[in-house]
């Protein structure tokens, strides 16, 4: 069974840094693409950070330079490195795999097969 759980979200002031983690379970972190999205109530989801199966990296435009993506493939854990924390990221945050053959960092909510349950991060000014 596949399984992502999805840790590190917390509230912090605007300038600041947090490391989200998604842990994963049922599949091997290295044969799949991943991503991290992020959702307010209200407004329909959106993707922030990919990383595809051959480790190519993509990331909305918003957070570039801000926000890094990675993955430890021996640990099968994906993170998000966010720094310079603004406001307007605040949000739910989602880890999304898809374990089929696709390769593209694809930052579309359609291709995501499988999800965590979220981790909230909240940035004051």
């Known amino acids: 069974e596949v399984q992502l759980v999805e840790s590190g979200g917390d509230s912090v002031q605007a300038g600041g840094s947090l490391r989200l983690v998604c842990t994963a379970s049922?599949?091997?972190?290295?044969?799949?693409?991943m991503a991290w999205f992020r959702q307010v109530s209200g407004k329909e989801r959106q993707g922030v950070a990919a990383i595809g199966r051959a480790g190519t990296m993509n990331y909305e435009d918003s957070v570039k330079g801000r926000f890094t993506i990675s993955k430890d493939n021996a640990k099968n854990t994906l993170y998000l490195q966010m720094n310079s924390l603004k406001p307007e990221d605040t949000a739910m945050y989602y880890c999304?795999?898809?374990?089929?053959?696709?390769?593209?960092?694809?930052?579309?909510?359609?291709?995501?097969?499988?999800w965590g349950q979220g981790t909230q991060v909240t940035v004051s000014s």
């Open positions: 049922g599949f091997t972190s290295n044969n799949v693409r």
């Open positions: 999304a795999a898809d374990v089929t053959v696709a390769i593209a960092a694809s930052l579309s909510e359609s291709v995501y097969d499988y």
